[in-house]
């Protein structure tokens, strides 16, 4: 909205925005508790762009030969601190490892903490259900390979604090 990236929620037709930004919080904003919200329609003509937005590399691990693919998430499950801004990301997987650089986090899943180098692709994907102002009728998914400082740009970009 007028340039803006903001939280999107559509839960039974009742659409909103969301912002923890009290500089994009304009008129119409309702104030409540940590975060500013909006009640709008998809049809909007300010509302250019309705997507989700997910993460991806590629990367070889040791202990999950199999896989080459994996989803990444900054809010993943973790007991330790790690920094995108140093090169790390978090990696989650569902059941206990507790081998070849897996931490176990109980029985019910687990997680690695790998450099951002060892990654041989970084991919963007982009799930629109409005684009270029217009309802699509399908959600169209467009993926993109980025470079990997474009990659880390975007996650911190549509990171909570910051939307």
Same mark, same amino acid.
């Given at each position: 909205m007028n340039d803006v990236l903001y939280r999107y929620s559509d839960f039974l037709d009742d659409v909103r925005i969301f912002t923890k930004n009290k500089e994009k919080a304009h008129i119409g904003f309702l104030h409540c508790g940590k975060y500013y919200e909006k009640k709008i329609s998809e049809a909007d003509d300010c509302v250019t762009d309705i997507y989700s937005i997910k993460f991806w590399i590629d990367y070889k691990d040791n202990y999950f030969a199999d896989q080459n693919e994996w989803y990444v998430a900054e809010d993943n499950r973790c007991d330790r601190k790690y920094r995108l /801004?140093? =090169? /790390? $990301?978090? $990696?989650?997987?569902? =059941?206990?490892?507790? /081998?070849? =650089?897996?931490?176990? $986090? =109980?029985? /019910?899943?687990?997680?690695?903490?790998i450099d951002l180098d060892d990654c041989s692709a970084y991919y963007v994907e982009y799930e629109y259900r409005k684009m270029n102002g217009k309802l699509l009728k399908e959600s169209q998914i467009i993926r993109e390979k980025v470079e990997k400082n474009f990659f880390v740009e975007l996650i911190k970009k549509y990171r909570d604090s910051n939307v």
């Open positions: /801004e140093d =090169g /790390e $990301l978090c $990696l989650n997987v569902f =059941g206990s490892i507790s /081998e070849k =650089g897996w931490h176990s $986090l =109980g029985r /019910e899943d687990s997680y690695k903490i």
